[in-house]
């Protein structure tokens, strides 16, 4: 992202500061009485937690003779790291992260894409309405909203599983197979509309002219909407996505709200779940490889993503 | 805008169109709608009843119940929230805008550098901090203190990013040396002339770490052991877990949920534009 970023912002920057202040700026000591009171907290809590957790990984307790020795802790290479890579529980939650990201992650962004979309023609009525209506989850903490829907799967209280019955379905939102796409109809519901939003705004800041020429032509709304409108707000799509993979990650209260009604939850489902488990074992070098490992994984991922798009996308 | 002069569009995409859009604000407003009707029932009748209908109405029962719960433990937590979040995103904007200001006003060396690494920061999952934050407050003695909650949510890379954009949109260089010919200090010129235009994008800076701080649940879970320090999250989330033995909670905590709501869905609705300016800024990317 911060290429596109930088890119964006140095555009608005540069027609901003076109005109150079008069010798040079202010004192240094002034630049720095205005960049410390975030730089301090940035650097305390966010730099220093970082080096701390990726110094921790490499450090291992060890016990001196037997069970009734006294524990030291020690330098260990990449011991954690390798503990991390052959424990199964880690792998099975990558696993269950990463299904869960290539289908809700695209579902969501393509639900946003088309209602941005129409939001953006002159076939709807009612705009605002839809437009508050998809926005106001966003309102909603993660924990709540999964509160609500748990009440929504619960077979004793929902209405909609009352509903379906009614039509001959027996459906089991918390089941085995089911409840890792509850959890992800719960993170679709929370983001969609701030997803939408983006590009609905994105959409908005497209000079008319731009089409007006294809709409004489003859084109569709169809063909204007994927020819021109998608190619041109792609930045703000592969923004959308590149939050939705960090998000993805993160994952942590909706699964573990869900958990409370659900056998079917393990306290090790996603990686942050299990960096917690393991961290409340009083393990924390193995929390803090397992929390580094999923940093990475993010960094790596929505890069890559960025990359690869922005070549094809010629931008 | 650009879609004013109307082309012919056949009624079925019209109509295809509209019932798409009713469906998803279905889905989008259920759950709440949901909530409503089921935050006005009384215990008993949430499993007998059905569910998207209204039986009793127990609302102010049901608020009294849940404010007098545990010696108005609810009130507490909503306290917390307003505090956590309402500080926090004062602090954070304060401190956002003075480093977004800066880095899009004053000339100095490392100034992209900087930038650079505050781009990065937004990138890092914060779950990924809050254990190893964890771990360094319990050495300093701040775990299990306000401070421990609302320390590390003051920082946000993002809110200095978008206050960089908005200064070099809405303030102008004639009107900073202007103010500096006239004898004003940086400080003063910051705080009469540029706050004033910055006002409008300080208020979309604000709300976004508003709800990021409203909404967040793992730092103050790991951070927090008393429960008088909980936000709403995390007491809720307490009571949610122990519906399965004490089966009269779950009133509470569906009334909880909806108080819980109700002034931040009020609050968007009122301050929509500004939602709309910092969406905007954030698709600049």
């Not at chain 1, 990558?94 to 969501?108: D, E, K, N, S, Y």
């Not at chain 2, 790991?222 to 307490?238: A, H, K, R």
């Not at chain 2, 569906?254 to 300016?277: A, C, K």
């Amino acid at each position: 992202m911060a290429d596109i970023a930088t890119r964006g912002t140095r555009v608005v920057a540069e027609s901003g500061d076109r005109r150079r202040l008069s010798d040079g700026g202010p004192r240094a000591g002034i630049v720095l009485a205005f960049l410390t009171p975030f730089f301090l907290p940035f650097v305390l809590f966010y730099l220093v937690p970082i080096a701390y957790a990726i110094w921790q990984s490499f450090l291992v307790v060890r016990r001196t003779g037997g069970q009734y020795g006294t524990s030291y802790t020690t330098f260990g290479g990449f011991e954690q790291y390798a503990e991390v890579f052959q424990n199964g529980e880690f792998w099975a939650s990558i696993g269950r992260i990463a299904l869960f990201g290539i289908v809700q992650v695209p579902v969501m962004l393509v639900v946003a894409l088309i209602m941005a979309l129409l939001l953006d023609t002159p076939l709807l009525k009612l705009k605002s309405f839809f437009r508050v209506a998809a926005f106001m989850p966003y309102a909603v903490p993660g924990v709540i909203a999964a509160i609500m829907w748990s009440f929504l799967y619960s077979p004793q209280l929902s209405p909609v599983v009352d509903l379906l019955k009614g039509l001959g379905l027996e459906p089991d939102f918390l089941g085995p197979g089911a409840v890792l796409w509850s959890a992800a109809n719960v993170s679709t519901w929370l983001w969609t509309g701030y997803n939408m939003l983006i590009m609905f705004s994105a959409l908005q800041a497209i000079p008319g002219e731009l089409y007006e020429a294809a709409k004489l032509d003859g084109a569709s709304n169809w063909a204007i909407a994927w020819r021109i409108k998608v190619p041109i707000i792609a930045p703000s799509i592969i923004l959308t996505t590149v939050f939705s993979i960090i998000g993805t990650l993160q994952l942590y209260a909706e699964p573990a709200v869900l958990r409370q009604i659900s056998s079917n939850i393990s306290s090790t489902y996603t990686p942050n779940m299990l960096a917690y488990a393991v961290a409340s074992g009083n393990n924390y070098q193995q929390a803090a490889a397992i929390s580094v490992v999923i940093a990475v994984i993010t960094f790596v991922l929505s890069f890559g993503f960025m990359r690869l798009t922005s070549k094809r996308a010629g931008l | 805008m650009s879609n004013q002069n109307p082309i012919r569009e056949s009624r079925v995409s019209r109509t295809a169109a509209m019932a798409l859009m009713f469906l998803l604000a279905i889905y989008f407003l259920l759950p709440i709608y949901f909530l409503i009707v089921a935050a006005t029932k009384p215990q008993g009748d949430l499993a007998s009843t059905f569910g998207l209908a209204f039986s009793h109405f127990d609302l102010f029962q049901n608020l009294s119940t849940l404010f007098g719960r545990s010696d108005g433990i609810y009130g507490r937590w909503a306290l917390n929230s307003v505090i956590y979040a309402v500080l926090g995103a004062a602090v954070g904007t304060l401190i956002s805008a003075l480093c977004g200001y800066a880095l899009a006003k004053f000339r100095f060396r490392g100034r992209e550098f900087l930038f650079s690494v505050i781009l990065g920061g937004v990138l890092v999952p914060t779950t990924a901090l809050a254990l190893p934050l964890f771990l360094l407050f319990s050495a300093t003695g701040i775990v299990n203190t306000y401070l421990a909650v609302f320390l590390p949510s003051i920082v946000s890379p993002f809110g200095v990013y978008l206050a960089r954009i908005f200064t070099s949109a809405a303030v102008p260089d004639e009107l900073i040396e202007a103010a500096r010919l006239d004898g004003a200090g940086e400080f003063r010129t910051f705080f009469s002339v540029a706050f004033k235009l910055l006002t409008p994008s300080l208020v979309t800076i604000f709300l976004f770490q508003f709800v990021g701080i409203w909404n967040n649940f793992f730092l103050p879970m790991v951070m927090l052991q008393e429960e008088s320090l909980f936000p709403i999250t995390l007491g809720l989330y307490g009571w949610n877990g122990q519906t399965a033995r004490v089966s009269l909670l779950q009133e509470s905590v569906i009334t909880g949920s909806l108080v819980s709501i109700v002034p931040v869905i009020i609050l968007f609705i009122l301050l929509q534009r500004f939602w709309r300016s910092g969406l905007a800024a954030g698709s600049l990317k």
